[in-house]
T-cell receptor, first 114, second 114 residues
């Protein structure tokens, strides 16, 4: 069965500093990996995804993520955090097999202080 | 383009009452999902559907039912509401031609069972 782990409930960074939000996954086949962001009282918004190819994926709002197959990780990164990046971030995985669903981690709250 | 539309946005139910959470998408997506979000627990998959007439259980299906008579609609039914079903419910959809497409989310339904 596929699963996703986000080991940190909360990440705190100062504005202007780099940020990393961690994600590890478990699937039996090749994974499709996604990051979503949720602002208060809103639905989830897609940030970026890894399908195949380059291990460094660039997405919306200056975010990027690095796929590491040997460590089964897909960490979200941004070189310089903004206060407006403060939100709840979800990692999700889908197995490359027809009929499988999108499975989410429990989420990591990112707090960027000014 | 409306995307994924959920109704109602808020609802208070008494224990034992029933209700249907509506979800409609206008993107001709085959895959549709229902998730519930509880604080610190992330998104748990309740049910999903890979096309009209096909539904499957997710991680937490007990107490819920779904149907998928059309591509556009994927209603979630609560037959005998319980306080444990107090949560925020999200509907999502994705295109099924390949497994690598991202899901689009509705704005959520906040349900309280008292």
């Amino acid at each position: 069965a596929q699963s996703v782990a986000q080991p940190e409930d909360q990440v705190n960074v100062a504005e202007g500093n780099p940020l990393t939000v961690k994600c590890t996954y478990s699937v039996s086949g090749n994974p499709y990996l996604f990051w979503y962001v949720q602002y208060p009282n809103r639905g989830l918004q897609f940030l970026l995804k890894y399908i195949t190819g380059d291990n460094l994926v660039k997405g919306s709002y200056g975010f990027e993520a690095e796929f590491n197959k040997s460590q089964t990780s897909f960490h979200l990164k941004k070189p310089s955090a903004l206060v407006s990046d403060s939100a709840l971030y979800f990692c999700a995985v889908r197995e490359n097999q027809a009929g499988t669903a999108l499975i989410f981690g429990k989420g990591t709250t990112l707090s960027v202080s000014s | 383009n409306a995307g994924v539309t959920q109704t109602p946005k808020f609802r208070i139910l008494k224990i034992g009452q029933s209700m249907t959470l509506q979800c409609a998408q206008d993107m001709n997506h085959n895959y549709m999902y229902w998730y519930r979000q509880d604080p610190g627990m992330g998104l748990k998959l309740i049910y999903y559907s890979v096309g009209a007439g096909i539904t499957d259980k997710g991680e937490v299906p007990n107490g819920y039912n779904v149907s998928r008579s059309t591509t556009e609609d994927f209603p979630l039914r609560l037959e005998l509401a319980a306080p444990s079903q107090t949560s925020v419910y999200f509907c999502a959809s994705s295109y099924s031609a390949s497994m690598n497409t991202e899901a689009f989310f509705g704005q959520g339904t906040r349900l309280t069972v008292v």
